[in-house]
């Protein structure tokens, strides 16, 4: 039986979509953000940008150096280029500065923070972090913040 390669590239849009929408979002931000011009494109869909859960990289204490390398292309190539589509955003509360720096949000409405400690919650929201977190989404008219305590 003769076997021939597929070029994934040659593949229409929608089809490459459909597949994409099989994958975990940060993945496929991951993965094809400044690939190739296609996928780049492909990638930046608000179907992948809509919603970004940070959580589960920072959570992954296997291998740190992988998570930091993540989170630091995350944080220098990838929000910065889809700022303009997150509307929801979780995040660890030891990432809020690393994150909220990189850009402004201003579709964002939704909020989350997990694993929250209570002691932690306190210098959030009477200290300097919460009041740059409210000027750095001033556009927003109206946020849901969600806080999960541990």
Known sequence: MHQSPVDVLTLCDEMLLAIFNKLNHIDVL????????????LAQNITFTRSIDL???SSNEDNTSRTNAILNRFCSDILPRIQHNIECLT???LLIDRVLCVGN???LHKFTLVSLQLEMASLFFNGISFI?????????KSMNLFVVYI
């Open 30 to 41: 991951y993965s094809l953000v400044e690939v190739n011009q296609k996928l780049d494109r």
């Open 55 to 57: 959580v589960t990289i």
């Open 91 to 93: 995040l660890d509360p």
């Open 105 to 107: 949000y201003p579709k």
């Open 132 to 140: 740059l977190l409210i000027f750095k989404i001033q556009e927003v």
